[in-house]
């Protein structure tokens, strides 16, 4: 079997040619998500305590299951 290089599948590049519009892309990805998020209410399904687990940022220590609510336009 072939090994599969490094940087084989890096979206924005890395190195010297990495791509310029990294920081708008990644932007524009929050921009949009927070858009759409707007429009739901969230909820956690189950009593399961969510534990954390520190690494470089703090993260949860398993998945957390959610409900999603979309909410009414009032007009």
Same mark, same amino acid.
């Given at each position: 079997m072939e090994k599969t290089h490094p940087f084989a599948h890096i979206p924005f590049g890395g190195g010297p040619r990495v791509c310029i519009g990294q920081n708008m892309a990644k932007m524009q990805i929050l921009l949009v998500v927070s858009a759409i998020?707007?429009?739901?209410?969230?909820? !956690?399904? &189950? *009593? *399961?305590?969510? &534990? #954390?687990?520190?690494? #470089? !940022? !703090? *993260? /949860?220590?398993? /998945?957390?299951? #959610?409900k999603f609510t979309r909410l009414t336009a009032v007009t």
């Amino acid at each position: 079997m072939e090994k599969t290089h490094p940087f084989a599948h890096i979206p924005f590049g890395g190195g010297p040619r990495v791509c310029i519009g990294q920081n708008m892309a990644k932007m524009q990805i929050l921009l949009v998500v927070s858009a759409i998020i707007q429009n739901y209410d969230f909820e !956690l399904t &189950g *009593k *399961k305590e969510i &534990g #954390m687990h520190a690494m #470089m !940022l !703090l *993260k /949860p220590d398993g /998945p957390i299951n #959610m409900k999603f609510t979309r909410l009414t336009a009032v007009t």
